[in-house]
Each structure stands twice: as structure tokens, then as C-alpha cells.
């Protein structure tokens, strides 16, 4: 790697000289004519793959095409919970590889990532969700994945504010996950970023995909807004605007766009020490290292392509945080902020070549991209340096929609607004 090593030496160095000896975590590279891979989209998904393209594939001649700036987008947005707590066959393993590599991610990048293993807390509110959550346990544990289910005198050691006689939504226990827990987003763009970039890989900012160019049905590169850049392949990686782009090359998606808002409240002494989500609505928390509790809700339910949302799913959150602590009714709420939802009509997500040669696509992430993110650059890493799908993802084909083989994790169907 061409950059320096971060370490508790070059920190005290750094220290001792005013920190005047920092360089930037990444270059602002002009882009080349052309490249052996272009990735559109500079979120946690695009800088991932770039990553591991060059650190597992050797692949070097990469570059990260971002309209924005790197973290602007879903990644630095996000609730920051990471689990890999799945019920399906085609999903348990690829949210299980993504755990591993998170429990080695600050090593490999050699980066803070402020990954902190606290655990996750789903708690069931009747009879018949307590067998679902059992099952869904018993399916993670055949998979090798740790899961407990929890009694309610267990659980109100852990999470004693809970109001467990509420009398609409009881507390009867909890399915927990203790390997599951948070990671700070932006570390995760600005570490990937980082280590992408000392083994070459060109990440270029404030440079928009307008079109692509396709000749007898294979990709010759992207048309940006700073000129043309040739690729003899491309992925994309554009989260909540996949379809937008994926329109350009002339391709229709089973993805539909949603906001989706997160909350953080005013810091406020240790209060919660683990994630803990609702099962008779959509709400979940944890605390941040500062003291703000960072929580979030359910998509605003109509499609945009803004990052904002709208004030009913604020009410609808906050009323899922009072049914089930009722303690955080006199915290102030400090922000909040909105991001575009790739919601694919499965809930499952999407690593795949596409119809136009050298064109591939990883999409489709819906509430659960963020946790994805190691395993997905690594899955989309294989399959650009390959052109064969990882074995942990092989189930994520863009032709299941019309083959119907679905992965229907959630059991809702194919509505977004359900998931
Ligand atoms: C409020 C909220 C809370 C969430 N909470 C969680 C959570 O707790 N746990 C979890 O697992 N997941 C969560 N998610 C989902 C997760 O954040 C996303 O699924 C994931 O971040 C998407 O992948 P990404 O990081 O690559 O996306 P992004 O960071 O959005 O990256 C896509 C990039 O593509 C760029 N782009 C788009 N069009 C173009 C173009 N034409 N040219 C160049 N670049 C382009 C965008 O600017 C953007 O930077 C949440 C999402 C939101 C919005």
C-alpha cells in the first residue's frame, strides 16, 4: 500500500509534531482514458468492491466513479446496524460471510471502523412470533450462526427500560444476536476509500455517469460529466439510483426507489447498550459513542428520489419508540435525515451480470445494504474479476423475478412499502 500506516506510533508522532504531518487518506486523481474496470456509484458497495478487486483479484487498473462526494450517499446515512440474523438459504450465508469480514475489516483496512459487536435484540410481542423468531434462530444456528432466544426475566437484565406490560404490545422475549451490533458508516466509506486507493484504484469525485456507451451489445465505458472514460468493464453500484442509471443503459429493474429516514436525538448518558428492535411495528435503536440514540422507522411508502422524508413517519417512529420505552419521551430530537431506498420486489438483493456485455449490476439492498456492505464488494469483486457469482450470492440472479424464483425473506411479497 502506498499510504502510510495508521498506528498508535504515527499517532504519537503526529501528536509530538502538531499534527502537521497527516496526508490525505486519498488522492483526487484526474480520470484515465480508460480502465480495465469502472465502478459507478462511490458508496460503501462501489469502494468495497474496489477494495477487494485489488486486494484479493490483484486488480489495480479500477476506478470509482462518484457524482458526489465519497459517504454522501445510503452509506454515511444509515442506522449503522450490522447482523447477519436471516431466515432464508439464500441469504444466511452471504449475511454471515459479511460478519466475518466485518469482524476483520478494521485490520484489513487498517482503519478505525469503530465496528463494535454489541449485540442485536429483536423482540417478539405474542406467541405465534416467538415460534417465528425460534425458527428463524434455529435456521441461523443450522447455518453455523449464533442465536439465543430470551426469556423475559433474561431480557429485562439486558434492556431494563423496556415497558414490558405494555398492554398493547406485551414483552414475551427476544431473539438475539450477539455478534451483531453497529459500525461507524463513514469510517466504512473513508476506510474502503483509503485502502482502495493506496493499491491504485482511482476514486474520482463530483463526476456523474450521464450515459453509457454500448456498441453491438458490449459496454465500451461511461460518458460523465468530465468526459468519456473507456472500461472494459463496468459495474454498477448506485443504490436508491440504480434504476435511473441502469434506464441509461437501456435496462428496466424490478427496483422501485423509497426514503427513508433515520433520527438521532441530543447526547445523553449510557442508556442503551445493544440494538433493540420492535416486532409489532417498525422501530429500532441503539446509542452512539457521543450519546445520541440513532433510531429509525419504516420507508416513507411512496416512491422519490429524495434524500429527505416527511413528517407522518416521524410521528409513526416516535410513537413505536414510546410503545416500548416510554423513557425516551422527554429526550430532545437533534436530526434527522432521509436516503433513497433500492427496494427490490423481493426484498433480496441483486449481484449479477446484466444482458449488455461487460455491463454487471449489484442492487436491490433495500433496509439491509449497510450490514452487506464487506460481503457485497466482495461477491461483486468475484464476479467482475470471474464473470462467475460468488457461491454465497449465487442465489442474487436478476432473472429470478421472471424465472420466480424469489427470496422472499420477510414473507410479504413483492411490495415495498410492506417490507
Ligand atoms: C436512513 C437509512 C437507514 C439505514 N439503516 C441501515 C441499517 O441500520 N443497516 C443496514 O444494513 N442498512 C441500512 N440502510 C441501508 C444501507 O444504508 C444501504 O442499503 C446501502 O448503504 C446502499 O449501498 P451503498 O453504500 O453503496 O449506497 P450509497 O452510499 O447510496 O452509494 C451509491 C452511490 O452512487 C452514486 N451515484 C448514483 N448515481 C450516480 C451516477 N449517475 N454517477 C455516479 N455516481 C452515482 C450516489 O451518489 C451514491 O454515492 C439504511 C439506509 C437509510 C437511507
Known sequence: MSTDRYSIFSVLREALRGHTGWKPAWREPEPKAEYDIVI?????????????????????????VEKGWIGGGNVGRNTTIVRSNYLLPGNTPFYEHSMKLWEELEQDLNYNAMVSQRGVVNLFHSDGQRDAYARRGNAMRLHGVDAELLDVPELKRILPMLDFDNARFPIKGALRQRRGGTVRHDAVAW???????????????????????????????????????????????????????AAMAGLRLPIES???????????????????????????????????????????????????????????????????????????????????????????PIIDRTPVAGLYLNAGWCYGGFKATPASGWCFAHLLATDAPHEVAAAYRLDRFATGRLIDEKGVGAQPNLH
Open 258 to 348: 423509497h426514503a427513508l429516514q433515520a433520527f438521532v436525538s441530543e447526547g445523553i448518558k449510557p442508556f442503551i447498550d445493544t440494538v433493540c428492535t420492535f416486532g409489532a411495528g417498525h422501530f429500532y435503536i441503539s446509542q452512539s459513542d457521543k450519546g445520541g440514540l440513532v433510531f429509525g422507522g419504516d420507508i416513507d411508502g411512496y416512491n422519490s428520489y429524495a434524500q429527505r422524508g416527511n413528517l407522518p413517519t416521524i410521528e409513526d417512529v416516535a410513537e413505536g419508540g414510546m410503545a416500548l420505552m416510554p423513557a425516551i419521551g422527554r429526550v430532545k430530537l437533534l436530526r434527522h435525515w432521509g436516503g433513497i431506498m433500492d427496494m427490490s420486489m423481493d426484498g433480496s
Open 40 to 64: 459507478v456509484g462511490g458508496g460503501g458497495h462501489g469502494l468495497a468492491t474496489a477494495h477487494y478487486l485489488a486486494r484479493v483479484h490483484g486488480i489495480t487498473n479500477v476506478a470509482v
Open 191 to 245: 476506510g474502503y476509500a483509503r485502502a482502495a486507493d493506496g493499491r491504485g484504484v482511482d476514486i474520482i469525485q463530483n463526476c456523474e455517469v450521464t450515459g453509457f456507451r454500448i456498441e453491438a451489445g458490449r459496454i465500451l465505458g461511461v460518458e460523465t460529466t468530465r468526459g468519456f472514460i473507456g472500461a472494459k468493464k463496468v459495474g454498477l453500484a448506485c443504490a436508491g439510483n440504480s434504476s435511473r442509471v
